[in-house]
């Protein structure tokens, strides 16, 4: 039985994410889900708009209140880049935790955020508080967090592929390559051509070759465990598929009698949301719709010096919102699974 509620309220609840952050929040014992907001659906029950909430989410947008944001444990956005610096600081002095799935406080250093995401930072002073949220990496900094930067998709599934390797400085960093796929929904929610169905099916476009804005979040992370400095060719891809990244991850390795397939068994045995496949296995992004999980598979072609570890996730879930729950789960000492438990929906 649960001995407290965690009031909740998300900000910006009408694109992919919001909805799936409803969806996982509705279904979690210890949350009470207070307002969602929406400028554009003040007023419009949510279950009018997403019917898949009906009978599980009573509520109604309302527009964004910040002194009534204020009134709550927690505050989970899911808005454009640039939002949630614009209320952070008057929330945390309120004594309300938060949680941002955008990127305003992934990368610790406000010129180079302002390089990615062209505009200037309103709270670069906030930067070097927040905790990067991939509890596989911070989980011991989470717990103690008032603001939780969300990692991004792509970031996710490549960070968690890699990190094994880098933690014991088995591979080279001069020349890792992530090569990632992505279904069109990490695009969002709006009106666009580029991901009109007759524009995005049966075909498969390369994109952002030059640098992709999460480029310097998987540096920033993979720095963080390596012990030389790390040079990452990182290349996306829009895949015709609505939801699911297939990261497909290359690395040269020093030491080639290592046996790889314990070493990542090992590292991730007490994670609960990533699950190491046996030797030889190609998961597929399928295998984690809906689920808060990432599934790794771990060769070495021909028994060489390339080592190719493929890294699967759902954007929405582990890649987003999903994660975002993770996270809320370890900073109020909840069981980390708490609404969580979802199995993969197949096919």
């Known amino acids: ?70 009134l709550c444990d927690v505050v989970i956005f899911a808005t454009p880049n640039g939002v949630a610096m614009t209320q952070a600081e008057f929330l945390l002095e309120a004594g309300v935790r938060v949680i941002d799935l955008a990127a305003d406080f992934r990368l610790s250093d406000a010129g180079q955020w302002q390089h990615w995401y062209g505009m200037t930072h309103a709270c670069p002073g906030l930067l070097k508080e927040a905790i990067y949220g991939l509890p596989e990496l911070n ?24 990190l094994p390797l880098l933690e014991q400085g088995l591979v080279s960093t001069e020349n890792l390559i992530a090569d990632a796929k992505s279904g069109v929904s990490g695009a969002g929610r709006k009106a666009s051509i580029d991901f ?101 598979a771990v060769h070495r072609p021909q028994g060489g010096k390339v080592v190719v570890i493929l890294s699967v996730i759902d954007n929405l879930v582990k890649g987003a919102a999903g994660q975002a729950i993770q996270n809320l789960n370890i900073m109020f000492g909840l069981d980390e699974q708490a609404g969580l438990k979802e199995i993969a929906l197949l096919p």
């Not at 909740?8 to 210890?30: D, K, N, Q």
């Not at 889900?33 to 909430?53: K, Y």
């Not at 640098?211 to 829009?238: D, M, W, Y």
């Open 139 to 162: 989980r011991e900094r989470i717990r103690g967090a008032r603001l939780i930067a969300n990692p991004g998709c792509y970031p996710t599934a490549v960070q968690l592929g890699f």
């Open 196 to 296: 009109l169905l007759a524009e995005v099916s049966e075909s498969l476009q390369a994109y952002a070759v030059d640098g992709h804005r999460h480029l310097p979040e998987i540096t920033q992370g993979l720095v963080q465990v390596s012990a030389t400095p790390v040079a990452l060719t990182f290349v996306p891809h829009l895949a015709p598929m609505i939801r699911g990244i297939h990261a497909t991850l290359y690395a040269t390795l020093i030491d080639e009698d290592v046996d790889l397939q314990p070493l990542y068994e090992q590292r991730y045995a007490e994670e609960p949301f990533v699950d190491v496949l046996p030797a030889g296995s190609h998961p597929a992004t399928r295998s984690v719709k809906g689920a808060n999980v990432c599934r790794i």
């Open 1 to 70: 039985m649960v001995e407290s509620v965690i009031k909740t309220a998300v900000v910006g609840g009408t694109g992919y994410t919001g909805v799936e952050l409803l969806r996982l929040l509705a279904m979690h014992p210890a949350v009470d889900l207070a307002m969602v907001t929406s400028r554009s659906e003040a007023g419009v029950v949510i279950s009018d708009l997403f019917q898949n909430l009906r009978g599980h989410v009573d509520l109604k947008f309302t527009p964004p209140d910040i002194e009534q944001l204020a």
